[in-house]
């Protein structure tokens, strides 16, 4: 009896190990699939999505936001030269329209990850200073910069304007700016911007960027959300306003 009683035991330890070995077999190419989706970037901006959304919902600040800088390299089929991309969007460097959508979806996932324009993220501090997010770092490989080496503020802002989000039945202009016309943008003074004015040069790097300016008279309800602009990187300084600020994003 206490021999047949060990082997029942012997047993149960074998379909146990298999069953662990099975378990951790899956695991393994669970974990390999994810890898291979490349879902890292889409699970940091949610992460920051995630954060900030905490944040909105308490009445004190709640700690540092957890939102970090995409590298956008926007490729025509090669690399972007000196640049460490953590993303790409595969684009024909013939098609205009493909390269300004690229940039639209990188301005419209920074719109969704800090809440839209619906939910006050600010620091909570009591002297009002601007905090600044840079959502992306968007560069061009030589490609792109051959058949597209400019596009103007205005071709760009009439692209928002005249083509949809996606599936949605709004158009980018709507989705991120709230208004069906370009001259009824409101102006914000945090981000310096001239759409009648300004171009992005493929040659060169931009970032997408928004804010909050957090509002010294009432911390909680008067901060004024920006919304989401694009501007030279090597500008990010003098675009922005001097004094009081602070990029809240990690590199």
Not at 11 to 31: A, D, G, P, R
Request: proline share 2%; aromatic share 10%.
């Amino acid at each position: 009896m206490k021999t047949l009683n060990k082997n029942r035991k012997g047993e149960l330890t074998t379909k146990q190990l298999v069953t662990l070995v099975i378990l951790i077999v899956s695991f393994i190419i669970i974990l390999f699939l994810i890898f291979r989706l490349n879902l890292g970037e889409t699970t940091d901006k949610e992460i920051c999505h995630n954060s900030v959304v905490l944040q909105g919902q308490s009445k004190i600040a709640s700690g540092p936001l957890d939102c970090k800088t995409n590298y956008l390299c926007i490729s025509g089929g090669g690399d972007c030269q000196g640049f460490s991309a953590t993303d790409k969007a595969n684009v024909n460097p013939e098609n205009e329209m493909e390269v300004m959508r690229a940039i639209a979806d990188e301005m419209a996932d920074c719109w969704w990850q800090f809440g839209e324009g619906k939910i006050n993220y600010g620091s909570g501090a009591i002297s009002g200073h601007v905090d600044y997010a840079i959502c992306s770092i968007t560069a061009f490989d030589k490609k792109i910069q051959e058949k597209v080496s400019e596009i103007s503020y205005s071709e760009f802002y009439n692209f928002l304007k005249t083509s949809k989000k996606g599936d949605s039945t709004e158009s980018y202009l709507q989705y991120l700016y709230g208004v069906d016309d370009i001259s009824s943008i409101p102006a914000q003074e945090q981000i310096k911007v001239s759409i009648f004015q300004d171009k992005i040069l493929t040659a060169g790097k931009y970032s997408v960027i928004t804010g909050i300016d957090n509002n010294i008279v009432d911390i909680i309800d008067d901060d004024e959300i920006l919304f989401v602009y694009i501007v030279p990187t090597a500008e990010t300084q003098a675009r922005t306003i001097s004094g009081s600020k602070e990029f809240i994003t990690k590199a």
